[in-house]
Protein backbone atom coordinates (compact mmCIF):
# COMPACT_ATOMS: atom_id res chain seq x y z
CA UNK A 1 0.00 0.00 0.00
CA UNK A 2 0.96 3.86 -0.86
CA UNK A 3 0.45 6.32 1.89
CA UNK A 4 0.49 10.09 0.90
CA UNK A 5 0.79 12.55 4.19
CA UNK A 6 -2.01 14.77 3.04
CA UNK A 7 -4.65 11.68 1.84
CA UNK A 8 -4.98 10.45 5.46
CA UNK A 9 -6.02 12.52 8.72
CA UNK A 10 -2.80 11.90 10.20
CA UNK A 11 0.43 9.38 9.56
CA UNK A 12 1.10 9.36 13.43
CA UNK A 13 0.44 5.57 13.28
CA UNK A 14 2.65 5.06 10.37
CA UNK A 15 5.49 6.71 11.60
CA UNK A 16 4.97 5.33 15.31
CA UNK A 17 4.73 2.00 13.60
CA UNK A 18 7.39 1.87 11.29
CA UNK A 19 10.34 3.86 13.39
CA UNK A 20 10.88 1.06 16.18
CA UNK A 21 11.88 0.39 18.57
CA UNK A 22 12.34 4.19 19.84
CA UNK A 23 14.84 5.52 23.04
CA UNK A 24 12.95 6.54 25.67
CA UNK A 25 13.97 9.88 26.97
CA UNK A 26 12.35 10.01 30.65
CA UNK A 27 12.54 13.85 31.04
CA UNK A 28 12.18 15.68 34.50
CA UNK A 29 11.99 19.52 34.58
CA UNK A 30 11.19 21.81 37.80
CA UNK A 31 8.91 24.23 37.11
CA UNK A 32 8.73 28.13 38.04
CA UNK A 33 6.75 27.02 40.61
CA UNK A 34 9.00 24.55 42.13
CA UNK A 35 7.01 21.25 41.26
CA UNK A 36 9.36 18.86 39.64
CA UNK A 37 7.83 17.19 36.57
CA UNK A 38 9.05 14.13 35.02
CA UNK A 39 7.36 12.64 31.25
CA UNK A 40 8.52 9.92 28.76
CA UNK A 41 9.34 10.98 25.48
CA UNK A 42 10.02 8.60 22.69
CA UNK A 43 10.57 11.04 19.74
CA UNK A 44 13.98 11.43 21.29
CA UNK A 45 18.07 10.53 19.58
CA UNK A 46 21.39 11.93 20.07
CA UNK A 47 22.00 14.61 17.75
CA UNK A 48 25.44 15.67 17.53
CA UNK A 49 28.26 14.50 20.54
CA UNK A 50 30.59 17.50 19.97
CA UNK A 51 29.50 19.27 21.32
CA UNK A 52 27.21 16.59 23.06
CA UNK A 53 23.27 17.08 22.16
CA UNK A 54 20.68 15.29 22.48
CA UNK A 55 16.76 16.05 20.99
CA UNK A 56 13.17 15.13 22.62
CA UNK A 57 10.01 16.50 20.92
CA UNK A 58 6.78 16.44 22.57
CA UNK A 59 3.45 17.03 20.19
CA UNK A 60 1.68 20.33 21.31
CA UNK A 61 -0.85 20.27 24.09
CA UNK A 62 -4.45 21.59 22.15
CA UNK A 63 -5.99 21.99 25.45
CA UNK A 64 -2.76 24.12 26.19
CA UNK A 65 -3.41 28.20 25.92
CA UNK A 66 0.25 28.35 24.53
CA UNK A 67 0.15 24.32 23.38
CA UNK A 68 2.79 23.55 25.67
CA UNK A 69 2.71 20.46 27.35
CA UNK A 70 4.49 20.97 31.06
CA UNK A 71 7.73 19.83 29.98
CA UNK A 72 8.42 21.92 27.38
CA UNK A 73 7.02 24.66 29.52
CA UNK A 74 9.46 24.31 32.45
CA UNK A 75 12.73 23.64 30.03
CA UNK A 76 11.52 27.02 28.36
CA UNK A 77 11.25 29.09 31.62
CA UNK A 78 14.31 27.55 33.65
CA UNK A 79 16.40 26.11 30.49
CA UNK A 80 17.38 22.93 32.21
CA UNK A 81 16.43 19.14 32.42
CA UNK A 82 17.97 16.27 32.75
CA UNK A 83 17.04 13.05 30.28
CA UNK A 84 16.84 9.56 32.52
CA UNK A 85 17.33 6.22 31.25
CA UNK A 86 14.57 3.68 31.05
CA UNK A 87 14.79 0.07 32.37
CA UNK A 88 12.89 -2.93 31.80
CA UNK A 89 12.36 -2.76 35.96
CA UNK A 90 11.25 0.93 35.68
CA UNK A 91 9.12 0.76 32.53
CA UNK A 92 6.16 0.46 34.54
CA UNK A 93 6.90 3.37 36.48
CA UNK A 94 7.90 5.86 33.54
CA UNK A 95 4.15 4.89 31.96
CA UNK A 96 2.75 5.92 35.31
CA UNK A 97 4.89 9.22 34.53
CA UNK A 98 3.22 9.57 31.30
CA UNK A 99 -0.26 10.53 33.30
CA UNK A 100 -2.12 13.97 32.65
CA UNK A 101 -1.86 14.93 36.61
CA UNK A 102 -3.41 18.02 38.11
CA UNK A 103 -1.38 21.38 38.11
CA UNK A 104 1.11 21.14 41.03
CA UNK A 105 1.11 17.57 41.73
CA UNK A 106 4.59 15.78 40.96
CA UNK A 107 5.10 12.51 38.76
CA UNK A 108 7.98 11.55 40.81
CA UNK A 109 5.73 11.27 44.21
CA UNK A 110 2.76 9.83 41.38
CA UNK A 111 4.83 7.24 40.59
CA UNK A 112 6.60 6.88 43.99
CA UNK A 113 9.60 7.69 42.91
CA UNK A 114 12.73 9.15 44.90
CA UNK A 115 14.50 12.38 43.23
CA UNK A 116 17.99 11.89 42.88
CA UNK A 117 20.46 14.72 43.74
CA UNK A 118 21.62 16.30 40.05
CA UNK A 119 25.08 17.78 40.05
CA UNK A 120 24.76 20.73 38.01
CA UNK A 121 21.53 21.60 36.79
CA UNK A 122 18.44 22.31 39.40
CA UNK A 123 15.89 19.51 38.00
CA UNK A 124 16.26 16.31 40.00
CA UNK A 125 17.12 13.01 38.49
CA UNK A 126 15.42 10.02 38.72
CA UNK A 127 17.46 7.74 41.76
CA UNK A 128 16.66 4.53 40.05
CA UNK A 129 17.49 5.01 36.69
CA UNK A 130 21.36 3.96 36.04
CA UNK A 131 22.06 6.88 33.74
CA UNK A 132 21.19 10.30 33.81
CA UNK A 133 22.29 13.03 31.27
CA UNK A 134 21.73 16.40 32.87
CA UNK A 135 21.09 19.23 29.95
CA UNK A 136 21.07 22.92 29.32
CA UNK A 137 18.93 24.18 26.83
CA UNK A 138 20.55 24.41 23.54
CA UNK A 139 17.65 25.34 21.44
CA UNK A 140 14.18 25.08 20.95
CA UNK A 141 12.60 24.48 17.22
CA UNK A 142 9.12 25.14 16.06
CA UNK A 143 8.65 21.75 13.92
CA UNK A 144 4.68 22.04 12.93
CA UNK A 145 2.48 20.49 15.77
CA UNK A 146 5.46 19.79 17.63
CA UNK A 147 8.87 21.23 19.11
CA UNK A 148 12.01 19.74 19.27
CA UNK A 149 14.08 20.45 22.11
CA UNK A 150 17.80 20.32 22.04
CA UNK A 151 19.98 19.98 25.13
CA UNK A 152 23.06 20.31 25.68
CA UNK A 153 24.59 17.76 28.15
CA UNK A 154 26.78 18.94 30.58
CA UNK A 155 27.35 16.00 32.53
CA UNK A 156 26.80 12.45 33.66
CA UNK A 157 25.57 10.15 35.74
CA UNK A 158 26.27 6.69 35.86
CA UNK A 159 26.01 3.79 38.23
CA UNK A 160 29.07 1.68 38.38
CA UNK A 161 26.88 -1.39 38.26
CA UNK A 162 25.96 -0.52 34.27
CA UNK A 163 29.65 0.01 32.95
CA UNK A 164 32.47 -2.41 32.61
CA UNK A 165 36.11 -0.85 32.44
CA UNK A 166 35.31 2.62 32.78
CA UNK A 167 32.40 2.73 29.88
CA UNK A 168 28.51 2.31 29.32
CA UNK A 169 27.89 -1.84 28.69
CA UNK A 170 24.55 -2.30 26.85
CA UNK A 171 24.53 -5.63 28.43
CA UNK A 172 24.28 -4.67 31.47
CA UNK A 173 22.05 -1.49 31.07
CA UNK A 174 18.66 -3.37 30.28
CA UNK A 175 16.98 -0.04 28.24
CA UNK A 176 13.77 -0.13 26.75
CA UNK A 177 12.53 0.99 24.05
CA UNK A 178 9.09 1.80 22.46
CA UNK A 179 7.13 -0.23 19.81
CA UNK A 180 3.71 1.17 18.76
CA UNK A 181 0.96 1.16 21.35
CA UNK A 182 0.97 -0.53 24.59
CA UNK A 183 4.09 -2.24 22.83
CA UNK A 184 7.46 -1.73 24.23
CA UNK A 185 11.21 -4.13 23.71
CA UNK A 186 13.56 -4.93 25.35
CA UNK A 187 17.52 -5.11 24.79
CA UNK A 188 18.09 -8.32 25.65
CA UNK A 189 18.61 -10.34 22.63
CA UNK A 190 21.45 -8.82 20.00
CA UNK A 191 23.70 -9.62 17.37
CA UNK A 192 26.57 -8.68 16.06
CA UNK A 193 27.55 -7.31 13.14
CA UNK A 194 31.27 -5.95 12.28
CA UNK A 195 31.43 -2.74 10.10
CA UNK A 196 32.90 -2.96 6.64
CA UNK A 197 36.51 -1.57 6.19
C1 LIG B 1 6.64 5.62 26.24
C2 LIG B 1 5.98 6.94 25.96
C3 LIG B 1 6.54 7.79 25.03
C4 LIG B 1 5.97 9.04 24.77
N1 LIG B 1 6.55 9.86 23.84
C5 LIG B 1 6.02 11.07 23.59
C6 LIG B 1 6.65 11.94 22.65
O1 LIG B 1 7.68 11.64 22.04
N2 LIG B 1 6.07 13.17 22.44
C7 LIG B 1 4.96 13.55 23.13
O2 LIG B 1 4.49 14.68 22.93
N3 LIG B 1 4.36 12.76 24.04
C8 LIG B 1 4.88 11.52 24.29
N4 LIG B 1 4.29 10.71 25.22
C9 LIG B 1 3.15 11.23 26.00
C10 LIG B 1 3.63 12.13 27.15
O3 LIG B 1 4.48 11.40 28.02
C11 LIG B 1 2.40 12.63 27.93
O4 LIG B 1 1.65 13.51 27.11
C12 LIG B 1 2.76 13.32 29.23
O5 LIG B 1 1.61 13.56 29.99
C13 LIG B 1 3.46 14.65 29.02
O6 LIG B 1 3.80 15.13 30.29
P1 LIG B 1 4.14 16.63 30.64
O7 LIG B 1 2.93 17.48 30.27
O8 LIG B 1 4.41 16.56 32.10
O9 LIG B 1 5.36 17.01 29.82
C14 LIG B 1 4.81 9.45 25.46
C15 LIG B 1 4.23 8.57 26.41
C16 LIG B 1 4.81 7.33 26.65
C17 LIG B 1 4.19 6.40 27.66
Given at each position: MDVDPDGVPSL???LAGAVV????????????????????Y??????SYDPPVVMFAPV?????????KDTPRNVEATEEFVVNV?????AEA???????????????????LE??????????SVAASPVNFECSLYEMVDV??????????????IDDDVTTDGKVDVTKLDAVGRLSGSLYATTRERFALERPE
Open positions: YRTPRPIAWVSTTSQEGVDNLAPSFFNVVDDSSDPDGFVTEELMNATSATLPAGESEFDHAGRGDSKVVAPPGSSTMVLGEVEWVQ
